[in-house]
């Protein structure tokens, strides 16, 4: 099974400020989709945004774009001009192109101070 | 469109006590999941399905049971309800290229 990674339990970022959240995964697939999804102390899971492997191009979505690098295998999260409302728990998603499942990493609690 | 819709949004129960969490989504998905989420933890896939009549078990199956007899319909079954089944239960759906859309979730409290 593939594994996903982040290993930063908790982050936080002063409002306005630039903060990026790190996920790495391990496959052997060639052809796969990654995700970032908010979790709001709502407990609502949101996607954030998502990749296509097969992409060169990394996706952004407003404030919030990844940087991915499919050699190293590394699929960070940038949020920019951070917001009280970014804060959340985010977690990073793998699933195969031809797969059913997703793989979730165990999340990254992030602070935003005002 | 209402997406994921799950029920009941919040449950006590008793131990040994049974009930069934409802999941129904209207995107004509095929693919719907069942996971759980513990207290500052992540998602733990609990049962999944890949089309109406086809179940298989995720990670943590034990004392859980499901059934898919239509596309729409994903109920989560928890037969003589245990403290270590306290949790927060999320059902998802997706089509083949997509991510999850997720429902809002649903608090169990087994005391």
């Known amino acids: 099974a593939q594994t996903v990674t982040q290993s930063q339990p908790e982050m936080s970022v002063q409002e306005a400020e630039t903060v990026t959240l790190s996920c790495t995964y391990d496959?052997?697939?060639?052809?796969?989709?990654l995700f970032w999804y908010k979790q709001p102390p709502s407990r609502q899971m949101i996607l954030v945004i998502r990749?296509?492997?097969?992409?060169?191009q990394n996706a952004t979505e407003n404030r919030f774009s990844v940087n991915f690098q499919k050699a190293a295998k590394s699929f960070s999260l940038k949020i920019s001009d951070s917001q009280l409302g970014d804060a959340a728990m985010y977690f990073c998603?793998?699933?195969?192109?031809?797969?059913?499942?997703?793989?979730f990493g165990t999340g990254t609690s992030l602070t935003v101070i005002p | 469109n209402a997406g994921v819709t799950q029920t009941p949004k919040f449950r006590i129960l008793k131990i040994g006590q049974s009930m069934t969490l409802q999941c129904t989504q209207d995107?004509?998905?095929?693919?719907m999941y069942w996971y759980r989420q513990d207290p500052g933890m992540g998602l733990k896939l609990i049962y999944y399905?890949?089309?109406?009549?086809?179940?298989d078990k995720g990670e943590v199956p034990n004392g859980y049971n499901v059934s898919r007899s239509t596309t729409e319909d994903f109920p989560l079954r928890l037969e003589l309800a245990a403290p270590s089944q306290t949790s927060v239960y999320f059902c998802?759906?997706?089509?083949?290229?997509?991510?999850?859309?997720f429902g809002s979730g649903t608090r169990l409290t087994v005391v």
């Open positions: 496959t052997s697939e060639s052809d796969y989709y």
């Open positions: 995107m004509n998905h095929n693919y």
């Open positions: 990749q296509e492997a097969y992409k060169q």
């Open positions: 998603a793998y699933r195969s192109a031809n797969g059913n499942q997703f793989y």
């Open positions: 998802a759906s997706t089509g083949q290229y997509y991510g999850y859309t």
């Open positions: 399905s890949v089309g109406a009549g086809i179940t």
